[in-house]
């Protein structure tokens, strides 16, 4: 079955130091997708950065990036330098091709708490 | 500026009652989804509609209903055979189609059983 984990409920850092949300997925599908999503307190889900099953270099998006072990079937973020306004939820989230990348499968998200 | 609205950003529901959230987009897309989100959890896939007048039951789609009479809007009805709908439901949309295409999110309504 799809399945995402992300084993951290929690997770504090100082400001401007970086920090690695852990994200592991399980699929036996060759070709998905896997996503990070930022959701603040306000609810709304914001786009953060997406990597591809083919893709072959890990991808970056300003002070995020995501380290992409696909053996380990591991899809890490990491935010570089955090900032205050990174305090918020996070989800690790999959499509898969059989099901034509309709369905997004999320993990129950990390609390991020970024200190001064 | 293109978005996607939902209304209203609380809704508070009787019991029996059914009750209509508003889901608009005017970016464009062809596909739109709804989820729904609990205290704690992830997002679970409610409906989702890849064109006009089509849409696919998702992973917990009884007790809700759904139409697609135009591109830009997506409106979800929680029926009273919903026995739990207190959550807070979010839609998106995306390009749509057979590829990895990321899907943007509206701002939420929270769901409120009286």
């Known amino acids: 079955a799809q399945k995402i984990t992300q084993t951290q409920p929690g997770m504090f850092v100082q400001e401007k130091e970086a920090v690695t949300l852990d994200c592991t997925y399980d699929?036996?599908?060759?070709?998905?997708?896997l996503f990070w999503y930022k959701q603040p307190s306000s609810g709304e889900m914001i786009f953060l950065i997406y990597?591809?099953?083919?893709?072959?270099q890990n991808a970056t998006e300003g002070r995020y990036s995501l380290n992409f072990q696909k053996a380990r079937k591991s899809a890490n973020l990491v935010i570089s330098a955090s900032q205050l306004g990174d305090s918020a939820m996070y989800f690790c989230?999959?499509?898969?091709?059989?099901?034509?990348?309709?369905?997004?499968?999320f993990g129950t998200g990390t609390r991020l708490l970024v200190s001064p | 500026d293109g978005g996607i609205t939902q209304s209203p950003k609380y809704l508070f529901r009787k019991e029996g009652q059914n009750v209509t959230l508003s889901c608009e987009q005017n970016?464009?897309?062809?596909?739109m989804y709804w989820y729904r989100q609990d205290p704690g959890q992830g997002l679970r896939l409610i409906y989702y509609?890849?064109?006009?007048?089509?849409?696919q039951k998702g992973d917990i789609a009884e007790g809700y209903s759904v139409s697609r009479e135009k591109k830009e809007s997506f409106p979800l009805t929680v029926t009273s055979a919903q026995k739990n709908p207190t959550a807070f439901y979010l839609c998106?949309?995306?390009?749509?189609?057979?590829?990895?295409?990321?899907?943007?999110f509206g701002p939420g309504t929270r769901l409120l059983v009286l």
């Open positions: 998106a949309s995306s390009t749509g189609g057979l590829s990895q295409e990321t899907q943007y």
């Open positions: 699929t036996s599908d060759p070709s998905y997708g």
């Open positions: 990597q591809g099953s083919y893709d072959q």
């Open positions: 989230a999959m499509s898969l091709a059989d099901t034509g990348f309709q369905k997004l499968v």
């Open positions: 970016l464009n897309h062809d596909a």
């Open positions: 509609s890849q064109i006009v007048n089509d849409f």
